[in-house]
C-alpha cells in the first residue's frame, strides 16, 4: 500500500478529519491535574511541602535550592513511586440503560535516580525522574468501544534528566538554576466520537509510548533562613518546549474495519508553567511544620488537543478544545522525630479542579482535588537513610452533560492511592 489515500475518497477524508476534531483522548498523571501531588518520599509524607526545607534529591522537581542546605559531600538517591488509580465510567442511556465501564489501568510505576555533590558554597549534579506516568485501560468489550470489539486505551508518560547548580550565597540565602531535558511518550486506541473509526497508536509497552518527543525546560529557585526555626523558599519552573509528538499506528474505517496504516502526531503538548513559594517553621527540635502555595498555568498549555493523521496525503490536524483552568495548590505537612534518626509526616494536598465538565472524557479523568498523607523517615545510619509515603485520594465524580453526543450525559468517578519509596546513600 504505498498511497493509503488511494483507498479513501473525498467524502471519508471529510468525515475522518471531523472525527480528529471531536478527539478528546488525553490521557496523563492525574493528581494535581497532570501534575503528581509531591515528588519524593519526605515531600510526599509531608503533603507535597517542599519549598522551604531539605527534602534530599528530590529538590530537583521540587526547590532546587533546597539542595544547599546539606553537608558537604554526595548523595546518592534511589526513588520508586506507585500510582494506583481506580477509574469508572458509567452511561445512562434512554433505551439501553446505565452501562459501566472500570479501567484495568491501576498501577504505573515512575522510578528516579540521582547523584548530587556538594563542595563549599556550590552544589551540582545530575537527576532522572519519571514525571508522570498514567492511563486508563478499558478492554475491547466495554461499551465505550460501542460493540467494535477494538480497544480503548490510554498511556502517557514524561520524564526528565535533570542538572541543577545551586550557590550558597551567604548562610542565610541560597540561589540555583537547573536546565532539564525533557522527554515525553503517548498511547491511545479509542473509537471516534462520531464513531467513524478507531484511531490506534500504542507500543504495548508500559514504560514507553508509540508517539513520543523530546525538548527542554529550565527552572530557578531560592531559599532563605530568617532563622534557625524559620524559613522561605520560592521556585519557578518554565513550561516545556518539547517537539511534537510523533508515531505510527492505523486507523480503522466503520463499519468495514478496513485497517490503514497512519503516521500520528500530537502538537505542542507540552508540560505547564509553575511557580511557587513556601514557608517551614522548626517550631521544636522535634516538630516541623511546612506550607507551600504553588500555581500551575494550565489554561495556557491546555487550552486545545491537536491530533494530526496522515495517511499519505499529507497532514489532518484537528484541534479539540480543553480550556483548562489555571490551578492553585495548597501542600501542609507536618514531621515528628519519634527518636533521633526517625521521623513520623502527615500532610494534606487540596487542589482545585482544572478540568471543566464540560471536556471531562474518560480517558483523562484528571479531577483529584484532595490527597491525606502518611509517612515515615529513618536514618539508618553509616550514611544510609530510607523514606517511604502513602497518599490517599478521596473519590471524585464529576458528570459531563455531552459526554457521548448532545444530552448524554457520561459520569466519572476518579479515585488514587499513590506509594513511595527512597533510599539515599550520603559519603
Do not use: C
Amino acid at each position: 500500500m504505498p498511497h493509503a489515500r488511494r483507498f479513501v475518497h473525498r467524502p471519508t477524508r471529510t468525515a475522518i478529519a471531523a472525527a480528529v476534531i471531536a478527539l478528546v483522548a488525553l490521557p496523563a498523571a492525574a493528581t494535581n491535574g497532570m501534575n503528581l501531588e509531591a515528588y519524593g518520599a519526605k515531600a510526599g509524607g509531608m503533603g507535597g511541602a517542599s519549598f522551604a526545607h531539605e527534602n534530599g534529591n528530590s529538590a530537583l522537581m521540587n526547590n532546587p535550592a533546597t539542595l544547599g542546605l546539606r553537608q558537604d559531600g554526595s548523595n546518592l538517591g534511589l526513588g520508586l513511586t506507585v500510582l494506583m488509580p481506580d477509574v469508572n465510567t458509567r452511561m445512562n442511556h434512554p433505551q439501553a440503560g446505565t452501562m459501566n465501564a472500570k479501567s484495568g489501568g491501576d498501577a504505573y510505576y515512575m522510578p528516579s535516580l540521582s547523584l548530587v555533590r556538594k563542595s563549599g558554597k556550590f552544589t551540582y549534579g545530575a537527576g532522572m525522574l519519571a514525571q508522570g506516568g498514567m492511563g486508563t485501560e478499558y478492554g475491547s468489550n466495554s461499551f465505550l468501544s460501542g460493540g467494535t470489539g477494538l480497544p480503548m486505551r490510554s498511556e502517557v508518560g514524561f520524564g526528565r534528566l535533570m542538572f541543577p547548580l545551586v550557590y550558597n550565597v551567604n548562610d542565610s540565602f541560597t540561589v540555583a538554576g537547573q536546565i532539564d531535558y525533557v522527554w515525553a511518550s503517548m498511547d491511545v486506541q479509542m473509537v471516534m466520537p462520531d464513531g467513524s473509526g478507531h484511531a490506534s497508536f500504542s507500543d504495548k509497552n508500559d514504560f514507553t509510548g508509540e508517539a513520543s518527543g523530546n525538548g527542554w525546560a529550565v527552572k530557578l529557585g531560592a531559599h532563605y533562613k530568617v532563622s534557625n526555626a524559620l524559613a522561605f523558599g520560592a521556585t519557578y519552573h518554565s513550561k516545556t518546549d518539547i517537539g511534537d509528538l510523533q508515531g505510527s499506528g492505523t486507523f480503522t474505517m466503520l463499519p468495514g474495519g478496513m485497517q490503514i496504516p497512519t503516521q500520528f502526531k500530537v502538537v505542542d503538548f507540552q508540560w505547564p508553567e509553575t511557580y511557587g513559594v513556601g514557608v517551614a517553621w522548626q517550631a521544636t527540635p522535634a516538630f516541623m511544620l511546612a506550607a507551600d502555595i504553588k500555581h500551575l498555568a494550565w489554561s495556557n498549555s491546555m487550552k486545545d488537543f491537536r491530533l494530526g493523521m496522515n495517511m499519505g496525503g499529507g497532514w489532518m490536524v484537528g484541534a479539540m478544545p480543553q480550556n483548562w483552568k489555571d490551578q492553585t495548590v495548597l501542600m501542609i505537612g507536618g514531621q515528628y522525630m519519634l527518636a533521633p534518626g526517625l521521623a513520623l509526616r502527615a500532610g494534606y494536598n487540596h487542589a482545585s479542579n482544572p478540568v471543566p465538565d464540560s471536556t471531562l472524557n474518560p480517558l483523562f479523568p484528571a479531577t483529584i482535588e484532595s490527597h491525606y498523607t502518611l509517612g515515615l523517615g529513618w536514618n539508618i545510619g553509616g550514611g544510609h537513610s530510607v523514606a517511604g509515603s502513602l497518599a490517599i485520594a478521596p473519590k471524585v465524580t464529576r458528570t459531563n452533560p455531552n459526554m457521548f453526543g448532545p444530552g448524554m450525559a457520561g459520569t466519572v468517578s476518579h479515585s488514587q492511592k499513590t506509594l513511595r519509596i527512597n533510599y539515599n546513600y550520603s559519603f
